[in-house]
């Protein structure tokens, strides 16, 4: 039924429902799981009173925020890892950086997934959510598409 499932593991474990989805329908169907983590550029576009005059400080600020991302990021794939090991799915990884769409877009083109299991709807609550448009999505993607409430 399937080889391989690609989710978005953004907002995992606090909002789990679609990554514990995905390993569900893996563990039945004797497949893998990709967790991909999608950290969103959106946020380099904003530029206001509010951020720091001095380029240095704006530096110092990008870097402490990536760090800060990447961190997120290594701790929701870890999670999805572990969530899978004691399941008995493996778990492979990938974290990108970019727009939602072309990252997950990129990701099934490189994985080759039977299925794209994906939070619905996107980022309503949960903090670290992933906002995006399913409809781009659908439009990327030549894979089955679960969207899990």
């Not at 576009?45 to 951020?51: H, N, S």
């Not at 399941?87 to 072309?102: A, F, I, K, Q, S």
């Not at 299925?115 to 409809?135: G, T």
């Amino acid at each position: 039924m399937f080889g391989t499932l690609l989710v978005v593991a953004n907002g995992f474990p606090a909002h789990p429902r679609a990554g514990r989805t995905a390993l569900r329908l893996a563990a039945a169907a004797d497949a893998e799981v990709v967790a991909l983590y999608v950290v969103d550029r959106a946020w380099a576009a904003i530029l206001g009173d509010e951020w720091p005059s001095s380029g240095r400080a704006r530096r110092r600020f990008y870097l402490y925020l990536a760090a800060e991302l990447r961190a997120r990021a290594e701790a929701a794939l870890a999670a999805v890892r572990a969530a899978g090991e004691g399941m008995g799915v493996t778990v492979g990884t990938r974290l990108g950086t970019g727009l939602p769409e072309e990252i997950i877009g990129a990701a099934c083109a490189q994985e080759l997934p039977d299925l794209l299991v994906l939070p619905y709807p996107p980022a309503k609550d949960p903090v670290d959510a992933l906002r995006f448009s399913p409809e781009r999505i659908l439009r990327r993607v030549s894979c089955r598409v679960l969207f899990v409430k």
